[in-house]
């Protein structure tokens, strides 16, 4: 395998970073006077880009955006999948533009024609028969968990080590050494988290099965793949053994699609034939219009019926719900990107280029014998610095190099490629352009050539 020379990597990222610093001083100047803003940036995540700095945003359509330098780049990122429609693409700014002006009424709490029609759809699509609405896939997990823990009367959840499912407080856990632990950096916990919940590595069935069989866990909540750790992609026959442990042990099964919407257009809920209870969604929806979606199956509904004719109040303060969510503007967006953009027939071609871009990488890899990996899930790759790939969240934790991330992220943006800055992820959406792949596999390959062949 190729050694990478550490003194090397650093002289490449101190050049970079000069490149990046001298060709955007509007982005490095609206960064410097943004004292009001905490971080100086609209939320604290913005400060993971590499480089000092993030890039100031101007404006986006299709496949890519445009900083305030006047730099275009092809964007991979897509919001971390808020964009998969792609930015503003015309159904949706015809869809907000007639809620917003034509019709007019954003919020009324009031339900609206389209949100039997949404929900019909993703019925369609995921198989779970009834649902109901929020702002984020965050909160839809946030209200599922309440939901699991009312009708089995269990207090704690299971996830997966690494995993990631929004802000939930739940979740923010891993395994070490065999315990839970909360996991490194998180903020403020009301709880630990270990006491609220159970967690094992992804693809451990035996670790599974242990872990249910105290009979406390309400439910498990999982990606079908692992996806903020990397893409860590479920071995042959494990998420039929999830299933199989949630049946005998009572525990109900939530998948949370937000990131695996990339595998079809089921998700992976689909491509795999998974029968979930319950299903979670987010951002994607709404081609960035902020949204998101909880499914339920109808034995579940129903005995989440039953529950609440026992006195329990999900109407008013029983802490599912907020006053925005389901607001007509979220779901002339949802309708409009479900049934016009994000379409059965937009995925196959969307596939076959995240297919091109993950050749393009693992030839790279390949060439230079490099202990690196490619995974791919639908619309979705990414590469990382492990060979072969992880199999579970803590091997894929261990393989995290944050200083090629830097080097591989400002040479991508100095060169007009933007991919996502928590990890290496590219998404393709239905206006990216194989023109635009093959330029992703210029970059890539001539940022590892200047890496390894000096």
């Not at 955007?24 to 609209?42: E, I, M, Q």
Request: proline share 4%; glycine share 10%; hydrophobic share 40%.
């Amino acid at each position: 395998m190729s050694t990478i020379d550490r003194t090397r990597l650093e002289s490449l990222i101190a050049r970079e970073e000069q490149r990046y610093r001298a060709e955007h001083p509007a982005s490095r100047s609206l960064y410097s006077r943004s004292t009001h803003l905490f971080g100086r940036v609209p939320m604290t995540w913005m400060n993971k880009w590499a480089g000092g700095f993030p890039l100031g945003f101007s404006h986006a359509r299709g496949a890519t955006v445009t900083d305030l330098d006047g730099h275009e780049l092809i964007d991979f990122a897509l919001g971390d999948t808020g964009a998969m429609a792609g930015h503003s693409p015309a159904p949706l700014v015809a869809a907000v533009a007639d809620r917003i002006g034509t019709r007019g009424g954003v919020t009324t709490m009031l339900p609206s024609e389209d949100a039997e029609l949404v929900a019909a759809e993703l019925s369609r699509r995921f198989g779970l028969a009834e649902w109901s609405f929020s702002l984020s896939a965050t909160d839809a997990n946030r209200w599922m968990l309440r939901l699991a823990r009312l009708v089995t009367g269990r207090p704690k959840v299971l996830v997966f080590s690494y995993s990631y499912h929004g802000t939930v407080d739940e979740t923010f856990v891993v395994a070490e050494g065999g315990r839970a632990v909360s996991r490194a950096g998180n903020v403020g916990a009301a709880v630990d988290p270990a006491t609220t919940t159970r967690v094992v590595e992804f693809n451990d069935v035996e670790a599974l099965r242990e872990q249910l069989g105290h009979g406390d866990v309400a439910a498990v909540l999982t990606e079908p793949a692992l996806t903020n750790i990397g893409i860590v992609l479920p071995e042959p026959g494990f998420l039929e053994a999830v299933r199989a442990a949630c049946d005998e042990t009572g525990t109900l099964l939530i998948i949370d699609e937000t990131h695996t919407f990339s595998a079809g257009p089921g998700g992976a809920t689909r491509r795999f034939n998974l029968r979930p209870d319950a299903l979670t969604i987010g951002k994607s929806l709404g081609g960035g219009v902020p949204c998101g979606a909880y499914g339920l199956s109808a034995e579940l509904a129903a005995r989440v019926r039953a529950a609440v004719a026992g006195g329990y109040d999900i109407v008013d303060v029983g802490g599912v719900g907020g006053t925005l969510a389901g607001n007509p503007l979220s779901l002339a967006a949802m309708r409009a990107v479900l049934s016009q953009v994000l379409t059965d027939e937009a995925f196959g071609p969307m596939e076959m280029l995240a297919t091109r871009f993950a050749a393009g990488v693992e030839s790279t890899i390949e060439r230079y014998d490099l202990d690196w990996s490619v995974s791919q899930l639908g619309a979705r790759c990414e590469y990382r610095f492990a060979r072969p790939a992880p199999r579970n969240g803590g091997d894929s934790a261990a393989s995290a190099d944050e200083a090629l991330e830097d080097y591989l992220h400002l040479y991508g943006v100095n060169r007009g490629i933007l991919i996502t800055p928590f990890h290496n992820m590219a998404l393709m959406c239905p206006a990216t352009t194989t023109t635009q792949v093959d330029a992703h596999q210029v970059m890539f390959e001539s940022a590892v050539g200047e890496l390894l062949d000096a």
